[in-house]
């Protein structure tokens, strides 16, 4: 068994397990390194080649859109030249503390929102998340920077284990067909919610000059009609 794992919802994460368990891996900030240069380190560290890979386990998010439509390219790419199975995990799935009760899973969201797991998957506001979250009565589970965000003090440090749900979906043989990989987005692109605010501000002036306009033929006509 060796499993590659690509992980770009939030950086450029791959790592490789074998049979015996040991992990090779490569983490960096985005932008720091292309993912395939980082499959390429990573395959060369461990000594092997790609024909030689029995999955990859791909993380489809939630998070950064470009970085889930990169890993989920690579993904389907290496899957289709090479004939290797694939593995779809969530960010969530990843967590440690995923399945714990009064636990809520915050990932970061970028800008003022954040993935939030309690007893469901959502994207919200920080503030709606730090209601729910006091409302409930749980404990948070995220990392220091989302910590920050979210004036939060007192909480469990947010770690990951790909490899290890990596390696219980290899083992239960949960594959999914390659055509079927595709990321998990919550909400809308930045660029989708900048043209959708653009929209509302031209609909609002033009429905602005519409009034004023009839306001100013009703001003011609004394308000009259014919």
Do not use: W
């Amino acid at each position: 068994m060796k499993i590659l794992c690509l992980d770009c919802s939030a950086g450029n994460y791959v790592s490789l397990i074998d049979e015996n368990g040991f992990i090779f891996r490569e983490n960096h900030e985005p932008k720091s390194d292309s993912v395939l240069a980082l499959v390429s380190e990573v395959l060369n560290e461990a000594k092997i080649n790609l024909d030689e890979l029995s999955a990859i386990a791909n993380v489809i998010g939630p998070g950064s859109f470009t970085g889930l439509r990169v890993s989920a390219t690579l993904t389907k790419g290496l899957s289709i030249a090479k004939d290797i199975k694939v593995i779809a995990i969530t960010s969530f799935e990843a967590c440690e503390y995923n399945n714990d009760e009064g636990k809520a899973i915050i990932l970061d969201g970028f800008g003022d929102f954040v993935y939030l797991k309690t007893d469901d998957v959502k994207c919200v506001t920080i503030s709606d998340a730090q209601a729910e979250i006091k409302a409930k009565n749980l404990e948070p589970v995220c990392s220091d920077k989302v910590a920050a965000k979210m004036g939060y003090s007192n909480f469990l440090t947010l770690s990951f284990n790909r490899e290890k749900v990596a390696s219980k979906k290899f083992a239960k043989r949960e594959f999914i067909f390659v055509d079927d990989l595709e990321p998990l987005y919550l909400r809308a692109s930045q660029a989708e919610i900048e043209r959708e605010k653009k929209l509302n501000i031209l609909n609002n002036n033009t429905a602005e000059e519409e009034k004023q306009q009839a306001k100013t033929r009703g001003a011609r006509t004394g308000g009259r009609k014919n």
